[in-house]
């Protein structure tokens, strides 16, 4: 079993900044990439960035040179530094990680629970 565990989620106002992190844990061998998404009310879910175990970062065109992706392979923990915040960047944001359990040969995809990041204008 696999739990990701999201937070710093709230409310900001058009400008500001928020971190989000999110902590995977259970019975995790290894984990080849953690990432995170989103989802705006009556759109789809959509990748904002995503680090690899290797560090090698990917990004939306939409956040990039505000949104800086983080992570900590000790502690299977990834960050999302959110600056300059606009009121599109209002959704829930979502935890993604893609790893092989102790009981797998196969990776799976496993998501937090999702965290409201709202922006005011």
């Known amino acids: 079993q696999v739990q990701l565990v999201e937070s710093g989620g709230g409310l900001v106002q058009a400008g500001g900044s928020l971190r989000l992190s999110c902590a995977a844990s259970?019975?995790?061998?290894?984990?080849?990439?953690m990432g995170w998404y989103r989802q705006a009310p009556g759109k789809q879910r959509e990748l904002v960035a995503a680090?690899?175990?290797?560090?090698?970062?990917n990004y939306a065109d939409s956040v990039k040179g505000r949104f800086t992706i983080s992570g900590d392979n000790a502690k299977n923990t990834v960050y999302l530094q959110m600056n300059s915040l606009k009121p599109e960047d209002t959704a829930v944001y979502y935890c993604?990680?893609?790893?092989?359990?102790?009981?797998?040969?196969?990776?799976?995809?496993?998501w937090g629970q999702g965290t409201q990041v709202t922006v005011s204008s």
């Open positions: 259970g019975s995790i061998f290894s984990i080849n990439a």
């Open positions: 993604n990680a893609n790893l092989f359990t102790i009981r797998t040969t196969f990776p799976y995809d496993y």
């Open positions: 680090i690899t175990s290797g560090g090698s970062t």
